[in-house]
């Protein structure tokens, strides 16, 4: 059948209509995912999404890694290459999920949507941390939720401020957010130091220690708990025009990218991301051990540097790209945020869900994990109190992640730290 001469405009000739079969030879240049036929469009809408969804994140390439690493666990291959490949593999997934809790939280609502980020925002560090808390490596999920606070408001806020500091002399954001965001992280650190000072001062005593710890761990966590549901319908309700300005950065931001994801197709996106998430998370879970012993790095540095940094990467590159176009509240909104979330929502549901399988999860942390979390806090409230920040302050983060990680790097798993207290506490009694 010859071709119709196109002299329309877009190429498309006077005699064609929108009916025109795309096999045809026709000068119809409609897309396959809009043809009217559903055999034909359906497939080709299932693909096309598929492709968009694929090439929003250039990281997603790294999604090859993804069946790589669940045949090397399934077939129990060398630990260090299934540990290295599931390493990688969570990356992508990490996006992906981060990505469609985006595009489903659009048609929910700012409240509804809210719950959605609460929820997956971080469910990353929640599934690798439910997978070692069911196999009692109790050590990993401390470290974990640690480092997961400490990567946040030191390594990725230093790298906004200084993302942002690179391109203007001096950058502005909501101080009365920050500083409430900032004050409950102080809160969270108090709920930390607590259960490391009662340790300390029960070691002498006759009391059963670990059962005072479990108790006031679980009444603690379930205080957390609260004050997090309170933070967000303070944050959602009755002052949300504390957060307008957030808000409005954040829509003005993306109120030209179209929507990518329908509510169902998001919703599908989630499951399966998360399914295959649980299963690499299971299979790194299982090789840590053999990590430790044959390449000698600590339960500690890998939970509270390598993983969260995996967890916490396609958080690490949003916070990062928004500060670089200056968009200041909705970086300290991802990174100090997302701590806020580990430290009030993730780890005290974690010591809840221990105490209902079984497993002995407390808050209460190494002392010298303690002291480092607090000073952290200390040095991002000073930093973010008036305001304002610039590249130097940027600097001063990334230099205390670094020296924290190197600390974590040579201190071995079996020193407490719990030393410490003992003795700040015997200058007292003298």
């Known amino acids: 059948m010859p071709r119709r001469d196109t002299g329309g405009p877009n190429g498309i000739s006077g005699d064609d209509n929108e009916h025109t079969p795309l096999i045809s030879g026709g000068g119809n240049k409609k897309p396959l995912y809009e043809d009217d036929r559903a055999w034909v469009r359906y497939p080709s809408s299932f693909f096309h ?239 840590i051990d053999a990590i430790v012993e044959e390449a000698h790095i600590s339960k500690t540095f890998i939970g509270l540097i390598l993983l969260p940094i995996v967890g916490n990467a396609a958080e690490h590159v949003t916070a990062v790209v928004v500060a670089w176009k200056d968009k200041m509240d909705l970086a300290i909104g991802v990174a100090i945020g997302s701590s806020m979330q580990i430290a009030l929502f993730v780890t005290p549901f974690l010591v809840i869900l221990g105490w209902c399988i079984g497993q002995p999860m407390t808050l209460h942390f190494q002392t010298f994990e303690t002291v480092v979390f607090f000073l952290s806090v200390l040095v991002v409230n000073y930093l973010i109190g008036d305001g304002k920040s610039n590249y130097l302050e940027g600097c001063m983060c990334l230099g205390t992640y670094i020296i924290i990680a190197l600390a974590f790097w040579v201190k071995p798993d079996d020193a407490t730290g719990d030393a410490i207290v003992g003795a700040v506490k015997g200058m007292f009694v003298r």
């Open 49 to 287: 999404i598929s492709w968009l969804v694929l090439t929003s994140n250039y990281v997603n390439i790294l999604l090859v890694f993804v069946p790589v690493g669940i045949v090397l666990g399934a077939l129990g291959m060398n630990p260090i290459a299934v540990f290295a490949v599931n390493f990688f593999a969570i990356v992508p997934l990490a996006a992906l999920l981060s990505f469609a809790t985006e595009e489903l939280s659009v048609k929910l609502g700012q409240t509804l949507g809210g719950l959605m980020n609460a929820t997956f925002g971080n469910a990353v560090e929640l599934i690798v941390s439910i997978v070692a808390l069911r196999q009692g490596e109790i050590r990993i999920v401390q470290a974990s939720m640690l480092g997961s606070i400490l990567s946040n408001i030191l390594l990725v806020l230093g790298c906004c401020f200084i993302s942002s500091g690179i391109r203007r002399r001096e950058s502005t954001f909501n101080a009365t957010v920050a500083s409430t965001m900032s004050s409950l992280m102080a809160v969270a650190a108090t709920s930390l130091i607590i259960p490391a000072t009662l340790y300390a001062s029960l070691q002498n005593s006759s009391a059963d220690t670990e059962s005072n710890i479990l108790v006031l761990s679980h009444g603690t966590a379930i205080i957390l708990l609260c004050l997090y549901g309170l933070y967000l319908f303070f944050q959602l309700k009755t002052h949300a025009t504390l957060f307008d300005a957030e808000a409005q950065t954040d829509e003005d931001g993306n109120e030209e990218e179209a929507q990518i994801l329908g509510p169902i197709p998001a919703g599908i996106c989630l499951v399966l991301v998360t399914l295959c998430v649980a299963v690499c998370a299971e299979y790194l879970v299982d090789s």
